[in-house]
């Protein structure tokens, strides 16, 4: 029997995709979230689960629920999932002696989640990246009356997570469709969301490169596309499909996290314009994914790869993959389906060539192809789903 990983974030649906596929590989999965029962808890291959404090609201109480996991379940590898359980427990790197976490140094995250560094960097190493205007502080915000800005513009805050009277806050990226709109939001960000970064917004579909570099090595690499998303101006892939990885954009991509030092997975988010075909960066994420169960089923088994890289095995590389397989959450795409249908095109900020509704009802009414995968439901392991549903309905 392999060593035991203990998996932040349970609730989250990469934290699943880790726990089943380092459960199949003979490692012994545990959980920790901010609820007693998660959706990755819920799966066969979790060994046990704990709660956690939530490490947006109590960081130092999280990593203390963190090192007694640790302790309890004799615990080699921590998989951090979230950015805010991945700053709190890299902060605490030294305070736990002798188990791996295989992710980069504190500062090269720091660094990589800074938007306005990372855009500046990538335009260094020949990366396309929006237009773009920097507002310092709301007072800058306000001064913006006089200006020139092409509309809509996208805006985001150059921190996803951001302190704010002693405790961490989540920031999300917004849109405004004119001036007046603009001036509504910027006013209503907090301070702590500054420097936001008003941004060209870049219309076509969503692809993404995914990395795992280890000292030196590339030991993975896969592509996507998203055909559906959440809310579906932009967000979150409900549906998506593997792709063949661009190898200029590769090497561009693996080219940007030298710059930062980089051990570890990635993901590079691009925009493909759509008169153009131009691959624009739209953001790094240095964590796994919430897709992460794509690139496992297309042959790309990322978790495994990270945590024997991380105990020194020193793995195989996989740049090979499948390509043309689907993955679909259900329950993310019955949102995308109610969004279309109970908002307006602009009320979802859509560009006016996204498809009408009854194209949005056709396209989901397509239950399955072949290839289609459902990223939560497995035969082999099904409450994870039930446990989802339930959540869904309870939101409701």
Request: glycine share 8%.
């Given at each position: 029997?392999?060593?035991?990983?203990?998996?932040t974030?349970?609730?989250q649906?990469?934290?699943?995709?880790l726990?089943r596929?380092?459960g199949?590989?003979?490692?012994r999965?545990?959980?920790?979230s901010?609820?007693?029962?998660?959706l990755?808890g819920?799966?066969?291959?979790?060994?046990g689960q704990?709660?956690?404090?939530?490490?947006l609201?109590d960081?130092?109480c999280f990593?203390?629920?963190?090192?007694e996991?640790?302790?309890?379940?004799?615990?080699?590898v921590?998989?951090p999932?979230?950015?805010?359980s991945?700053l709190?427990?890299?902060a605490?790197?030294?305070?736990l002696?002798?188990?791996?976490?295989p992710?980069?140094?504190?500062?090269?995250?720091r660094?990589?989640s800074?938007?306005?560094?990372?855009?500046?960097?990538a335009r260094?190493?020949?990366?396309r990246v929006?237009?773009?205007?920097v507002?310092?502080?709301?007072?800058?915000?306000?001064?913006?009356?006089g200006?020139?800005l092409?509309?809509p513009?996208v805006?985001k805050?150059?921190r996803?997570?951001?302190?704010?009277n002693?405790?961490?806050?989540?920031?999300e990226?917004?849109y405004?469709?004119?001036r007046a709109?603009?001036?509504?939001?910027l006013?209503?960000?907090?301070?702590?969301?500054?420097?936001?970064?008003?941004q060209?917004?870049?219309?076509?579909?969503g692809v993404?490169?995914?990395?795992?570099?280890?000292?030196?090595?590339t030991l993975?690499?896969?592509s996507?596309?998203?055909?559906r998303?959440?809310?579906?101006?932009?967000?979150?892939s409900?549906?998506?499909?593997?792709?063949p990885a661009?190898?200029?954009?590769?090497?561009?991509s693996?080219a940007?996290?030298?710059?930062f030092?980089?051990?570890?997975?990635a993901m590079?988010e691009?925009?493909l314009?759509a008169?153009?075909?131009t691959p624009?960066?739209?953001e790094?994420?240095?964590?796994f994914w919430?897709?992460?169960?794509?690139?496992?089923?297309?042959?790309v088994?990322?978790?495994v790869l990270?945590?024997e890289?991380?105990l020194?095995?020193?793995?195989r590389?996989?740049t090979?993959?499948?390509t043309g397989v689907r993955s679909?959450?259900?329950?993310?795409?019955?949102?995308h389906l109610?969004a279309?249908?109970?908002r307006?095109p602009?009320?979802l900020?859509?560009?006016?060539e996204?498809?009408?509704?009854w194209?949005?009802?056709r396209?989901?009414?397509r239950?399955w192809?072949p290839?289609d995968?459902?990223?939560?439901?497995r035969i082999?392991?099904?409450?994870p789903l039930l446990?989802?549903?339930?959540d869904?309905f309870?939101r409701?």
């Amino acid at each position: 029997m392999k060593e035991a990983v203990l998996i932040t974030d349970g609730e989250q649906r990469a934290a699943l995709a880790l726990v089943r596929s380092l459960g199949r590989a003979g490692y012994r999965p545990y959980v920790c979230s901010t609820r007693t029962r998660s959706l990755a808890g819920a799966s066969r291959y979790a060994r046990g689960q704990e709660a956690v404090a939530d490490p947006l609201r109590d960081p130092a109480c999280f990593v203390a629920g963190v090192r007694e996991s640790v302790e309890r379940w004799n615990t080699r590898v921590i998989l951090p999932v979230s950015e805010a359980s991945l700053l709190a427990i890299l902060a605490a790197r030294e305070s736990l002696p002798g188990v791996c976490i295989p992710f980069p140094a504190a500062e090269s995250f720091r660094r990589i989640s800074d938007k306005a560094l990372l855009l500046a960097t990538a335009r260094e190493v020949g990366i396309r990246v929006p237009d773009q205007r920097v507002v310092a502080s709301r007072a800058e915000a306000r001064e913006l009356a006089g200006e020139v800005l092409d509309f809509p513009v996208v805006l985001k805050p150059s921190r996803s997570v951001a302190e704010s009277n002693g405790r961490r806050i989540k920031l999300e990226v917004g849109y405004a469709a004119d001036r007046a709109q603009l001036a509504e939001r910027l006013e209503a960000l907090p301070e702590a969301a500054y420097p936001v970064l008003l941004q060209q917004r870049i219309v076509g579909p969503g692809v993404g490169i995914f990395l795992l570099l280890w000292e030196g090595e590339t030991l993975g690499i896969f592509s996507h596309r998203r055909l559906r998303e959440k809310p579906p101006s932009g967000g979150v892939s409900v549906y998506r499909e593997s792709i063949p990885a661009d190898p200029g954009l590769v090497e561009r991509s693996r080219a940007l996290l030298e710059r930062f030092d980089w051990q570890g997975v990635a993901m590079i988010e691009y925009k493909l314009d759509a008169a153009t075909g131009t691959p624009y960066l739209m953001e790094v994420n240095g964590r796994f994914w919430g897709s992460l169960q794509l690139a496992v089923d297309a042959g790309v088994d990322f978790p495994v790869l990270l945590v024997e890289a991380g105990l020194g095995r020193a793995p195989r590389p996989v740049t090979t993959y499948r390509t043309g397989v689907r993955s679909r959450r259900w329950w993310g795409d019955v949102d995308h389906l109610l969004a279309r249908l109970r908002r307006s095109p602009a009320q979802l900020a859509l560009p006016p060539e996204a498809p009408g509704r009854w194209r949005a009802v056709r396209d989901f009414a397509r239950l399955w192809r072949p290839g289609d995968r459902n990223e939560i439901f497995r035969i082999q392991d099904p409450f994870p789903l039930l446990r989802e549903s339930i959540d869904w309905f309870a939101r409701r």
